[in-house]
């Protein structure tokens, strides 16, 4: 089963900053988590991870509580191509094993 | 990163029949990945190809109905077998990527639809 749960939908108007949260309280401390999204059935897109630091990269910033029990995906700007199916994902780095929630279904709206 | 090749794109299958997909990586890898997306949902594992071994599967999921084969470690195939309309679905590669910090790429899926 997988260890997040998130918001099934979100809608964000084009510009704006849009804020995913995802929870995981049952993480243990060597998982990581993962963002990946999903456009329109293409194969999913890597986003960011982390495991207990704030991360940004090009496409984004990934806020995880200190207590790890939840984390923000944060898309600094929205635009009308950022709307996905957003994957919020825990594993451990090496066991190899990804297992994918029902993810968050975001509509970046004009 | 890793560039992942995967055919067909799409198929329409007769029930009964069976489909392989396959899977081209530019680069070489030890774990490969099968997911299926049924209409609407969320991805789920199939099986795990390691070179030179049996592929390991996730329950639900046997390997009469989807066998693999990885001959070496840039390629690797899905059979989905005996095909129902129940089997219609995306079918997704991924590799893993990476030293200490993986990361998962994913071929474009193969859209498959039994009549």
């Known amino acids: 089963d997988a260890k997040t749960t998130q918001p099934p939908s979100m809608d964000c108007a084009e510009g704006r900053a849009a804020n995913l949260p995802c929870n995981h309280s049952?993480?243990?401390?060597?998982?990581?988590v993962y963002w990946y999204r999903q456009i329109h059935s293409q194969g999913p897109q890597y986003i960011i991870h982390?495991?207990?630091n704030n991360e940004t990269n090009e496409m984004a910033s990934l806020i995880i509580t200190e207590d790890r029990k939840s984390s923000t995906l944060i898309l600094p700007h929205a635009t009308l191509r950022d709307t996905a199916v957003y994957y919020c994902?825990?594993?451990?780095?090496?066991?190899?094993?990804?297992?994918f929630g029902t993810g968050t279904r975001l509509k970046v709206l004009a | 990163s890793a560039v992942i090749s995967q055919k067909p794109s799409r198929d329409i299958c007769q029930r009964g029949t069976s489909l392989t997909i396959q899977c081209q990586v530019d680069?070489?890898?030890?774990?490969m990945f099968w997911y299926r997306q049924q209409p609407g949902q969320s991805l789920t594992l199939i099986a795990t190809?390691?070179?030179?071994?049996?592929?390991?599967?996730e329950s639900g999921f046997v390997i009469d109905k989807f066998p693999i084969s990885r001959p070496n470690l840039t390629f690797s195939t899905l059979t989905v077998s005996n095909l129902s309309p129940e089997d219609s679905s995306i079918y997704l590669c991924?590799?893993?990527?990476?030293?200490?910090?993986?990361?998962?790429?994913f071929g474009s899926g193969t859209q498959l639809s039994v009549l």
């Open positions: 991924s590799v893993e990527v990476g030293t200490a910090m993986e990361k998962l790429f």
């Open positions: 049952t993480i243990s401390g060597n998982e990581y």
């Open positions: 982390g495991l207990k």
């Open positions: 994902i825990v594993s451990t780095s090496g066991t190899y094993k990804y297992i």
């Open positions: 680069s070489q890898v030890t774990m």
């Open positions: 190809a390691n070179q030179g071994s049996e592929a390991t599967y």
